[in-house]
Structure formats: C-alpha cells, structure tokens
C-alpha cells in the first residue's frame, strides 16, 4: 500500500526522533535498523525509502538531538543561567541518557564517525557555544566566546565523567559539583 506524501513524511520524523533518543541511549553500534525501525513503529523495510544509510540517519539524529539541546537551552539561558547549570549538572540529567544532553550522549560516536556525522556535531557544538555566548559575562565578543567554549567543555566534560564512574555516587556528585562550582554562572 503507498503512502501519502504526509504519512511519509511524518514516518520519517518519528524515526528521526526515536533514532535521537535511542542513538543517545545506546550509541551508534549499539542499535540495529531492525530495532530502530520497529522503534518508530515501522517495518526495515521502508528505510531506505527515507535514508541513504545508518550512517546518513545517525548524521540528521545527531543533527536533530543537538537543535532539540539548542531549543532548550535558550529557552533556560534567557530565564536563568545558573538554574540551568544546576538541572544540566542534577542526578535526573545525568541518569536520563535519552533524553538528555546529545553532545554527552553521542561524543564518542561522533568522534568515530564519517563526516557526515563529524559536521552534525561540529555544526551542533558551534549553535550551542553561540547561545551560551550571549549569556557570558565578559565585555568583549572574543572573551564571551572563550568563556562560552569553557563552560560547555566544563559542563560537557562533568557530566560525561560523572555518568562513566557509574555507582561511585559520591565521585559522581563531586565531579559535577567542581563543576559548577568552578563556571560563573555555577556559584
């Protein structure tokens, strides 16, 4: 049965949204087509009818986690940049891999990615810093960005740490509050 051009296209969004969550879940390697199709409700099947590859899906998943992270944290950047800073660094962000933070989430995979993935990411970090730099404290452009590079390296780093020492609780919490501690916006 052929779908509408809409059916087909809103297929192709729920696969790109679960692909999101589930590639920052489980990682790249970590999930299979069949998986993720059927994730999204669909059959293996009708793929390729929307992706060259898993690589071209893992490129436009990772595209479309980071615009989600950017969306969020504009909108928590305008209201506080220090109640960001704690939700990015709390217990619920670090256990909730899904649905958290892509740039934690899918470094590694990108790292060892093509360049279609590398350019996701690059363009991903890139939007990120812009919409931190805003919000910086400095007086000049060059110094909101460094600041602005440091707090997302910072942040990014923390949280990464804290989900890799696993049950070492106290390790976790410690990391992500020298974290904050050490940012502007922390403190």
Same mark, same amino acid.
């Given at each position: 049965m052929k779908v509408s051009r809409a059916q $087909?296209?809103?297929n192709r969004e729920r696969i790109l !949204?679960? $692909?999101a969550q589930l590639f920052r879940e489980r990682g790249f390697d970590g999930i299979g087509l069949n998986d993720l199709m059927q994730a999204a409700g669909l059959t293996r099947g009708g793929f390729y009818g929307h992706f060259e590859s898993k690589d071209d899906l893992a490129a436009q998943a990772t595209r479309r986690a980071l615009q989600g992270n950017r969306e969020q944290w504009k909108k928590q950047t305008d209201r506080s940049l220090q109640a960001w800073v704690k939700a990015y660094l709390s217990d619920a962000h670090r256990d909730h891999i899904g649905a958290g933070?892509?740039?934690v989430a899918l470094a590694g995979d990108a790292a060892r990615g093509g360049p279609a993935v590398k350019q996701a990411f690059a363009e991903g970090v890139a939007s990120l810093v812009a919409t931190l730099q805003h919000q910086m404290p $400095? !007086?000049?452009a #060059?110094?909101? &960005?460094e600041q602005a590079l440091a707090m997302l390296s910072t942040l990014v780093g923390a949280l990464l740490l804290? &989900? #890799?020492v696993g049950?070492?609780?106290t390790l976790s919490c410690e990391l992500r509050e020298a974290a904050r501690k050490s940012l502007p916006a922390g403190g």
């Amino acid at each position: 049965m052929k779908v509408s051009r809409a059916q $087909a296209e809103e297929n192709r969004e729920r696969i790109l !949204d679960n $692909a999101a969550q589930l590639f920052r879940e489980r990682g790249f390697d970590g999930i299979g087509l069949n998986d993720l199709m059927q994730a999204a409700g669909l059959t293996r099947g009708g793929f390729y009818g929307h992706f060259e590859s898993k690589d071209d899906l893992a490129a436009q998943a990772t595209r479309r986690a980071l615009q989600g992270n950017r969306e969020q944290w504009k909108k928590q950047t305008d209201r506080s940049l220090q109640a960001w800073v704690k939700a990015y660094l709390s217990d619920a962000h670090r256990d909730h891999i899904g649905a958290g933070c892509g740039l934690v989430a899918l470094a590694g995979d990108a790292a060892r990615g093509g360049p279609a993935v590398k350019q996701a990411f690059a363009e991903g970090v890139a939007s990120l810093v812009a919409t931190l730099q805003h919000q910086m404290p $400095a !007086d000049e452009a #060059a110094e909101k &960005r460094e600041q602005a590079l440091a707090m997302l390296s910072t942040l990014v780093g923390a949280l990464l740490l804290s &989900r #890799a020492v696993g049950g070492d609780t106290t390790l976790s919490c410690e990391l992500r509050e020298a974290a904050r501690k050490s940012l502007p916006a922390g403190g």
